[in-house]
């Protein structure tokens, strides 16, 4: 509590003295929030899709806004780091079939599964491979947690729950209901590789996943992105991919299993791997081509400790132009994400009106966070400053046109103690802190902080977002749920100057500038919560 105490008063007094002497609130307008999403989100752009023929624009856009407010080019005097990306257009087998010991199942792509692979050889295929449950397909030694206890997987594909043993369980183990990074598809993949196998597969479960299977279907013989790799990705599986909850259960039953006992046996923190009595095959035949996108960044450099810095992020890129929906082909992506990139360059106006501050401060608008955060990944393997230098990054996504909001919401809280410096200026605007309502969506791990955040630093990703001023609480998350249902990720994703109100943006805007002041003119490195996954990567980077 001690120590607490001295963390809030710090974090009070670097607040109370840069409000006073560094403001730069006044900047921060309705006008030109409003006047960035109706551009980003107009027609005109249809969809910002990485690599299309909008890209051109929508960058220039986005740098000519940073160049007239003021900030310096970051990379070298260009307002552009180039991203080299991998196109991969795939086709899979009809059905990816199971010989168990109660026959042959035959799951059919799309319906019952969906695979996919960035390793770059045009062909690849299971051919009899054997199959090994690993519970939940995670390697965790501070929760004492091993699903593979050893086992040689060469050769082998392994079936694996989504998200993690503390999942619908009544006790804290993991996280209880809260996923950790642990419960992320793109670790199950990760660590399947690093322990030799050669396919991972994972059960789809609306409630876990936090999503519904036509997301993933979705992702079927589709192009994908990924960084262009300097390996060919000869370190990944030759499959990754998901089988569909009801798959899942048939195979189970026909190895004489429950679908729920082996969920129960996978939670428990004594599990041990099974070879189950079962071959898979099937087949992908991919294409690949190399091409360049861009991430946007500008600065503003510290006057008394440039080589350190605070990063905000917003991605620029949306869907592009996809499935007609009642007539409407372009997703024009206002929410997701012009809504952030306008948030990011007003709070650049902020900082450019106000007086330098002592750390240098990067906004960085990135490419490709679609496809998996790629913009975002390619600046942290290629930082323009040293990612032990780097004192935090503040990020957001998908703010919502619903006014001011009396609450903050913090996505990924008890994190860091990057919490505080939050909750102290909320308070100012008369604001509460709000938990993340559907911690088990892994949100955190999920937008462009968190590149950054796995290689140790701070992260701050807050909005207003479930009790707007002007609905109530109530009627706030029925718009959201409302909003996931109908308009997220969808054509109806646009800006409506008569209806829409910004005013949570603004709000959201000004808050964190302050936060990202008091950090650039802080000597504090803010810490990670003792029970983060990520503690231990900061603490040995800064050694």
């Known amino acids: 509590m001690k120590a607490f105490n001295i963390l809030l008063l710090a974090v009070l007094s670097v607040s109370c003295s840069s409000v006073k002497n560094n403001s730069g609130e006044s900047a921060i307008q309705y006008k030109n929030i409003e006047k960035h999403i109706a551009e980003l989100s107009s027609d005109r752009y249809q969809g910002r899709m990485p690599l299309s023929a909008t890209e051109g624009i929508t960058v220039d856009y986005i740098a000519g806004q940073m160049k007239e407010i003021g900030l310096e080019p970051a990379n070298g005097g260009s307002f552009f780091q180039e991203v080299p990306l991998l196109a991969v257009s795939s086709k899979i087998s009809s059905t990816l079939d199971f010989e168990t010991p109660k026959g042959k199942l035959k799951f059919p792509k799309m319906t019952d599964y969906v695979t996919f692979s960035r390793k770059m050889e045009a062909e690849q295929s299971l051919d009899q491979s054997e199959l090994v449950f690993a519970g939940f397909g995670i390697t965790a030694p501070e929760y004492s947690r091993d699903d593979f206890q050893g086992m040689d997987l060469t050769g082998k594909t392994i079936l694996v729950f989504v998200n993690d043993p503390g999942y619908g369980t009544n006790d804290s183990y993991f996280k209880g209901n809260t996923m950790t990074y642990y419960g992320r598809w793109t670790y199950k993949f990760e660590?399947?590789?690093?322990?030799?196998?050669?396919?991972?597969?994972?059960?789809?479960?609306?409630?876990?996943?936090?999503?519904?299977?036509?997301?993933?279907?979705?992702n079927g013989e589709s192009t994908k992105l990924y960084l262009k790799p300097e390996n060919g990705y000869q370190d990944r599986c030759a499959f990754e991919g998901w089988i569909s909850q009801s798959a899942a259960e048939q195979l189970f039953s026909a190895c004489g299993m429950n679908f729920q006992d082996a969920k129960k046996m996978a939670i428990r923190k004594d599990f041990k791997p099974v070879v189950l009595p079962v071959k898979v095959s099937g087949w992908m035949k991919n294409t690949f081509e190399t091409k360049t996108s861009k991430n946007v960044c500008g600065l503003i450099r510290g006057s008394k400790h440039p080589d350190e810095v605070v990063v905000y992020t917003a991605h620029w890129d949306h869907l592009g132009v996809g499935i007609p929906v009642k007539g409407d082909s372009i997703y024009n992506g206002a929410t997701d994400n012009a809504s952030a990139v306008a948030w990011m360059l007003e709070i650049a106006r902020g900082f450019k009106t106000a007086p330098a501050p002592e750390r240098s401060v990067l906004f960085l608008s990135v490419t490709s966070e679609e496809s998996g955060l790629l913009g975002s990944s390619y600046y942290a393997e290629h930082p323009f400053f040293p990612i032990t230098k780097t004192v935090a990054v503040i990020n957001t996504d998908v703010m919502l046109f619903m006014g001011k909001f009396k609450d903050v919401m913090i996505?990924?809280?008890?994190?860091?103690?990057?919490?505080?410096w939050v909750r102290s200026e909320a308070e100012k605007q008369g604001r509460y802190i709000a938990p993340d309502p559907n911690p088990d969506n892994g949100m955190f791990f999920r937008s462009d902080q968190f590149p950054l955040v796995?290689?140790?630093?701070?992260?701050?990703?807050?909005?207003?977002?479930?009790?707007?001023?002007?609905?109530?609480?109530?009627?706030?998350?029925?718009?959201v749920d409302r909003y996931w249902k109908e308009t997220y990720h969808s054509p109806f994703d646009e800006y409506h100057p008569t209806t829409d109100d910004l005013g949570g943006i603004v709000e959201?805007?000004?808050?964190?500038?302050?936060?990202?002041?008091?950090?650039?003119?802080?000597?504090e490195w803010p810490k990670w919560s003792a029970d983060s996954e990520f503690r231990m990567v900061r603490e040995n980077s800064r050694k």
Not at 411 to 420: R, V
Not at 456 to 473: F, M, Q, S, T
């Open 454 to 479: 796995k290689l140790g630093v701070p992260a701050i990703y807050a909005k207003g977002y479930v009790d707007a001023e002007k609905l109530g609480k109530e009627e706030t998350m029925k718009q």
């Open 508 to 523: 959201d805007a000004k808050l964190l500038y302050h936060v990202g002041t008091n950090l650039a003119n802080s000597a």
């Open 191 to 218: 660590e399947a590789v690093r322990r030799g196998a050669r396919g991972c597969l994972i059960i789809h479960e609306m409630g876990p996943a936090g999503y519904p299977w036509k997301v993933v279907a979705n």
């Open 411 to 420: 996505t990924g809280s008890g994190q860091s103690e990057l919490d505080e």
